[in-house]
């Protein structure tokens, strides 16, 4: 069981990304799928939430018109699509599975993305 993320790279301000994080030994049908970030001296803090039941979305308010969580069940994976990326967003980003019922969580081990010029 493991979440595999890819995408992370260098990009200047105003690029785009897009994340991806598949899960391999289970899907995401239970699990709510999250994206954490975590910048160099500070805590990791949730950045969008995609729940299980009814897709409901949820973003932090400094990534709210930038960021779009997103996901295909058909592929067992959730994607976070970052555009209008700014220097403060630079930041290891995980993603996170959690079946809250059952307390059930899984990390994927992060994948960098750096915004510089």
């Known amino acids: 069981v493991q979440l595999v993320e890819s995408g992370g790279a260098l990009v200047q301000p105003g690029g785009s990304l897009r994340l991806s994080c598949t899960a391999s030994?289970?899907?995401?049908?239970?699990?709510?799928g999250n994206w954490y970030r975590q910048a160099p001296g500070k805590e990791r803090e949730l950045v969008a939430t995609?729940?299980?039941?009814?897709?409901?979305?949820h973003y932090t308010d400094s990534v709210k018109g930038r960021f779009t969580i997103s996901k295909d069940d058909d592929k067992a994976t959730i994607y976070l699509q970052m555009n209008s990326l700014k220097p403060e967003d630079t930041a290891v980003y995980y993603c996170?599975?959690?079946?809250?019922?059952?307390?059930?969580?899984?990390w994927g081990q992060g994948t960098q993305v750096t915004v510089s010029s």
């Open positions: 030994g289970f899907t995401f049908d239970n699990y709510d």
């Open positions: 996170n599975a959690h079946w809250v019922l059952e307390k059930r969580e899984y």
């Open positions: 995609l729940a299980s039941f009814g897709g409901a979305t």
